[in-house]
């Protein structure tokens, strides 16, 4: 009997090899958008101090001018880091779908796969069969001329 072979078996490799690279990737950017909301939460944690820093402690003009510029850079930053992680969020949505696509393509990949060695063992077992029969016919012959 020859051994089972399925015909597409590089395919199947192939799929599997980069569901595991997209799966890295993935795991890689959900990496990056907790560092980005880390840095969001820190940046809000910093603007409120600063607030409180400022209404506590205001001297003069210039000095309230200073505490207004730096707290208003510190909002352009946080804006800044939103759009990065809104963008790493959609990046993130896409590879999820493009995930969710190869992980199907694979799947009916490897269900084709069991399908053809079921079919294949349902043969070898049909010749076992046949031969058993055979020997059968030929004792029974042999026995009875």
Sequence with gaps: MRKFKFSLHKLLEM???N???LKIEISKLNGEV???RSKIESATEEISNSQEKM???IGNIRLLKEWMSYIQSLYLHRKELVSQLIELEKRLDEMREK???MYKEHKALENLKNLQKKVYNLNVL?????????LALVRKKGINP
């Design 15 to 17: 799929k599997a090899s």
């Design 19 to 21: 569901l595991e690279i």
């Design 34 to 36: 907790e560092k980005i």
């Design 55 to 57: 209404d506590s402690g």
């Design 99 to 101: 995930y969710t696509e």
């Design 126 to 134: 049909r010749e076992e069969q046949k031969i058993i029969d055979d």
